[in-house]
């Protein structure tokens, strides 16, 4: 896909979850650098970050098809938000919780509790807040594949 489908199909994967708020997060989307920021150790070039969240929602959607898609959309495409840059949020500290902070106060996104523990606790699979927690454990277990795959892919870009 290029970046231009990529940043496409993850507008239109969150306006299709008809949330409060998916709109606002949208808009911030496009304001951050969220469509040409790259992650810092996987997935690491222009346009990484959006790569990455789409293949961590691909992921998930083809191993879980009975959870609820919006969930699946909303955690797995926003769970790294934190890593675009957007100077109104600077201030807000943090990994997991910056990504929920900023779509809960900056962009009034409507999430649950449930999904705001996924997004919160992604890189902690076995933290606590995540014990019954379904998503949590697919959010986590989708970004792990798609950064294992982004680092074997940058090798393959160094030596190829």
Same mark, same amino acid.
């Given at each position: 896909?290029?970046?231009?489908?990529?940043?496409?199909?993850?507008? @239109?994967?969150?306006?299709?979850? /008809?949330?409060?708020?998916?709109?606002?997060?949208?808009?911030?989307?496009?304001? @951050?650098?969220?469509?040409?920021?790259?992650?810092?150790?996987?997935?690491?070039?222009?346009? /990484?970050?959006?790569?990455?969240?789409?293949?961590? #929602?691909?992921?998930?959607?083809?191993?879980?098809?009975?959870?609820?898609?919006?969930?699946?959309?909303?955690?797995?495409?926003?769970?790294?938000?934190?890593?675009?840059?957007?100077? @109104?949020?600077?201030?807000?500290?943090?990994?997991? #919780?910056? @990504?929920?902070?900023?779509?809960?106060?900056?962009?009034?996104?409507?999430?649950?509790?449930?999904?705001?523990?996924?997004?919160? #606790?992604?890189?902690?699979?076995?933290?606590?807040?995540?014990?019954?927690?379904?998503?949590?454990?697919?959010?986590?277990?989708?970004?792990?594949?798609?950064?294992?795959?982004?680092?074997?892919?940058?090798? #393959?870009?160094?030596?190829?």
């Amino acid at each position: 896909m290029t970046d231009t489908q990529i940043k496409d199909r993850i507008i @239109s994967l969150i306006l299709s979850t /008809g949330r409060e708020g998916a709109q606002r997060t949208v808009d911030y989307l496009l304001r @951050s650098d969220f469509f040409t920021a790259s992650c810092h150790h996987h997935h690491k070039f222009i346009g /990484g970050l959006a790569k990455h969240s789409l293949e961590a #929602y691909e992921i998930a959607v083809k191993v879980h098809k009975d959870m609820p898609k919006d969930s699946l959309i909303l955690t797995t495409l926003l769970h790294d938000l934190c890593t675009a840059r957007h100077t @109104s949020t600077d201030h807000i500290h943090g990994h997991g #919780y910056r @990504s929920v902070r900023i779509l809960k106060e900056v962009c009034g996104l409507d999430i649950t509790h449930e999904e705001s523990n996924a997004i919160r #606790y992604h890189m902690h699979p076995f933290a606590e807040q995540t014990q019954g927690n379904l998503l949590a454990g697919v959010v986590s277990a989708a970004d792990i594949f798609s950064a294992s795959h982004g680092i074997v892919d940058r090798i #393959y870009r160094l030596v190829g």
